[in-house]
C-alpha cells in the first residue's frame, strides 16, 4: 500500500480513496474512531500492547490518572481525559490494553543527593 510522507512533519496519508473523497493527512499518533467511541476498522503503528486491570483511577477537573496492573509488579500510568474515561467505561478492575509507541517514550533519571 502506498502512501504519502510529508517531510519533517511525521504525517502520512493513503491515497486509496474513494473518488471524489477529499484526501487529509493524518498524524500517526491519532486513532479514528466513530461517534460511540468505539474504534474502527484501523491498524495502529504501536507494536507495544500491554494488557492488564485498572487499579486505580484519580479523576480531575479536566483529565484522569489510569493505573494498569500489566502483571509481575509492573504498573503503567496513563493520563486520559475525562471524556475519554467516561467513553470507554474505564472502571476499577476493567481489563484494558496500554499501547505504546517507542517514539514517544521519555526517559527520565532522577538524582539522589
Do not use: W
Not at 5 to 18: A, D, G, K, R
Not at 37 to 46: H, L, M, N, P, Q
Request: net charge neutral; hydrophobic share 35%; charged share 20%.
Amino acid at each position: 500500500m502506498n502512501s504519502y510522507y510529508y517531510p519533517n512533519s511525521n504525517v502520512h496519508f493513503n491515497p486509496n480513496l474513494i473518488y471524489g473523497s477529499y484526501p487529509y493527512p493524518i498524524h500517526p499518533n491519532v486513532y479514528q474512531r466513530n461517534d460511540k467511541g468505539t474504534r474502527c476498522d484501523v491498524k495502529i503503528s504501536a507494536r507495544n500492547q500491554l494488557t492488564g486491570k485498572v487499579v486505580d483511577i484519580e479523576e480531575g477537573a479536566v483529565n484522569a490518572r489510569v493505573v494498569i496492573d500489566v502483571g509481575c509488579n509492573n504498573l503503567i500510568t496513563s493520563i486520559i481525559t475525562m471524556a475519554s474515561l467516561r467513553d470507554l467505561e474505564i472502571t476499577l478492575g476493567k481489563t484494558v490494553t496500554a499501547f505504546v509507541k517507542s517514539s514517544d517514550v521519555m526517559i527520565m533519571t532522577k538524582t539522589c543527593e
